[in-house]
């Protein structure tokens, strides 16, 4: 029988998680829109770097517990997507579609676990 504790920590992490990986995309798809208006806004990867190390943390939790391993495959891959697109954007100044895509992988993995373990 599965602890109440460690279910009711997952389902905290998992709502921590869609949250998260929702404001992220936001911010992600309205922050280039703002950067052309005249109102002194520039790029910065340091919000993206710290969205990345949040998702991180979440993420990490998650595969280390008791989840379904098609769960952990979703979000490690979609972590490793975000992650990969933070790095080019800070080094390389590379924009690319993989946040978007590790972004939703974010908030389907997520869902999908908080899914699972509201139905046990």
């Known amino acids: 029988m599965k602890n109440p504790a460690t279910k009711k920590s997952t389902a905290t992490f998992d709502i921590l998680g869609i949250s998260t990986a929702?404001?992220?995309?936001i911010h992600c798809m309205i922050?280039?829109?703002?950067?052309?208006?005249?109102?002194?806004?520039?790029d910065n990867?340091?919000?993206?770097?710290?969205?990345?190390?949040?998702?991180?943390?979440?993420?990490?939790k998650i595969v280390m517990s008791n989840a379904s391993k098609q769960i952990k495959i979703i979000l490690a891959t979609s972590m490793?997507?975000?992650?990969?697109?933070?790095?080019?954007?800070?080094i390389f100044d590379?924009?690319?579609?993989?946040?978007?895509?590790?972004?939703f992988g974010m908030i389907i993995g997520h869902f999908l676990n908080f899914k699972a373990h509201r139905n046990t």
């Open 22 to 25: 929702t404001l992220c995309l």
């Open 94 to 103: 590379i924009h690319s579609v993989l946040l978007f895509i590790g972004g």
């Open 31 to 42: 922050f280039p829109l703002l950067t052309i208006l005249p109102i002194g806004l520039s």
């Open 80 to 90: 490793l997507l975000v992650v990969t697109n933070v790095v080019l954007e800070a």
């Open 45 to 60: 990867c340091i919000i993206d770097v710290l969205f990345a190390m949040i998702g991180l943390v979440i993420v990490s």
